[in-house]
């Protein structure tokens, strides 16, 4: 009896007709992909060797995407072609924040990788990781889109928001790889997974990625603003936040206030409640930061707080924080 074939008109068939059109996807976005995708090895202290990781061409000049936690506290960076070309890797910009990292290489007509627009991707999308998992180079595992809008906690403490789900295998030294579609186009840099789980993986959205890059090849650093307190998030009572007409079931609570800060300067105390910044709710220490970009660098901001059972509208002026 003759086995079923791809093109044969019976379901098997179909079938096989499917797989093949799904292999070539992934083949032709891999070998789009592949050649800028690069081995990023990362000297640390006094010992020659140390972590090494993933990372992707975007200019022909040598510019390369990675995170930052492939890169911290290396005393030198060690780039690898595909094809074998090794060079020195210098750091342009560095945001902890945001887990991004960009590197300069030697070199002209490098193979690139675009970045394409994360926000049409949809779940169950195909999502291909291509990187250096435990120094195998370019490996290749693919998956589809699980989930959109995560959000993941960096190393620097900060929260990222806008994170892609994915299903696709990542393991040590796929950070800083690029996250396909199966057109070839980065939507993600791929940063973290859950290490006793099966099939949670985490990448950084292309649309962060496209503005904190701009911004680190601009000014080699993100600029954030502060207004200097310690802080924490506690309930609210429902019957203070109805008494104040206010929607809210917790806030920030004050901690400390740091010496001539502008938390000070406004009249911040520790044991105020800030329940809203500039007319947004405050619910924690997380909508506070994310409120906190360069656009608010010296700009009269509103606060309105909880003083004891008294609601108090304050007038904050961000400052651009410390790199």
């Known amino acids: 009896?003759?086995?079923?074939?791809?093109?044969?008109?019976?379901?098997?068939?179909?079938?096989?007709?499917?797989?093949?059109?799904?292999?070539?996807?992934?083949?032709?976005?891999?070998?789009?992909?592949?050649?800028?995708?690069?081995?990023?090895?990362a000297a640390r202290g006094q010992s020659p060797t140390g972590g090494s990781g993933s990372g992707f061409i975007v200019t022909p000049d040598g510019l390369v995407i990675t995170?930052?936690?492939?890169?911290?506290?290396?005393?030198?960076?060690?780039?690898t072609l595909p094809?074998?070309?090794?060079?020195?890797?210098?750091?342009?910009?560095?945001?902890?924040?945001?887990?991004?990292?960009?590197?300069?290489?030697?070199?002209?007509?490098?193979?690139?990788?675009?970045?394409?627009?994360?926000?049409?991707?949809?779940?169950?999308?195909?999502?291909?990781?291509?990187?250096?998992?435990?120094g195998f180079d370019c490996s290749v595992t693919a998956g589809v889109i699980s989930a959109l809008g995560r959000s993941l906690r960096a190393r620097s403490g900060r929260l990222m928001d806008d994170i892609i789900q994915t299903d696709?295998?990542?393991?040590?030294?796929?950070?800083?790889?690029?996250?396909?579609t199966s057109r070839g186009e980065v939507i993600g840099v791929n940063t973290a997974m859950i290490q006793p789980?099966?099939?949670?993986?985490?990448?950084?959205?292309?649309?962060?990625?496209r503005f904190v890059v701009s911004r680190l090849i601009r000014d080699g650093r993100i600029r954030r603003s502060y207004i200097g307190?310690?802080?924490?998030?506690?309930?609210?009572?429902?019957?203070?936040?109805?008494?104040?007409?206010?929607?809210?079931?917790?806030?920030?609570?004050?901690?400390?206030v740091e010496p001539g800060s502008p938390a000070e300067r406004a009249g911040l105390r520790p044991n105020d409640i800030i329940v809203s910044f500039r007319d947004s709710p405050v619910s924690g220490v997380d909508d506070l930061q994310r409120a906190l970009?360069?656009?608010?660098?010296?700009?009269?901001s509103p606060v309105t707080v909880f003083r004891g059972i008294e609601r108090r509208q304050m007038t904050v002026v961000p400052a651009e924080a410390a790199s």
């Not at 044969?8 to 800028?36: C, F, I, K, W």
């Not at 890169?71 to 060690?78: P, R, V």
């Not at 609210?236 to 008494?243: D, M, Q």
């Open 67 to 79: 995170n930052s936690h492939v890169i911290a506290g290396a005393a030198s960076l060690t780039v």
């Open 293 to 300: 970009t360069e656009d608010q660098i010296g700009v009269a």
């Open 1 to 41: 009896m003759a086995l079923p074939r791809a093109g044969d008109d019976t379901d098997l068939g179909r079938d096989l007709d499917l797989l093949d059109a799904y292999s070539r996807a992934v083949t032709n976005a891999v070998e789009r992909v592949s050649p800028a995708v690069v081995k990023i090895d």
């Open 83 to 134: 094809d074998g070309r090794s060079s020195r890797g210098d750091v342009v910009g560095d945001d902890p924040d945001t887990d991004l990292a960009v590197l300069r290489i030697d070199g002209g007509s490098l193979p690139v990788a675009s970045l394409g627009d994360s926000g049409a991707v949809r779940p169950g999308q195909v999502a291909i990781a291509i990187g250096n998992p435990y």
């Open 197 to 209: 789980a099966q099939g949670l993986s985490f990448a950084i959205a292309s649309d962060t990625v």
């Open 229 to 256: 307190i310690g802080g924490q998030k506690v309930p609210v009572s429902r019957r203070l936040a109805r008494h104040h007409g206010i929607a809210i079931s917790s806030g920030l609570l004050v901690a400390s």
């Open 168 to 180: 696709a295998s990542l393991n040590p030294g796929n950070s800083g790889g690029p996250l396909v």
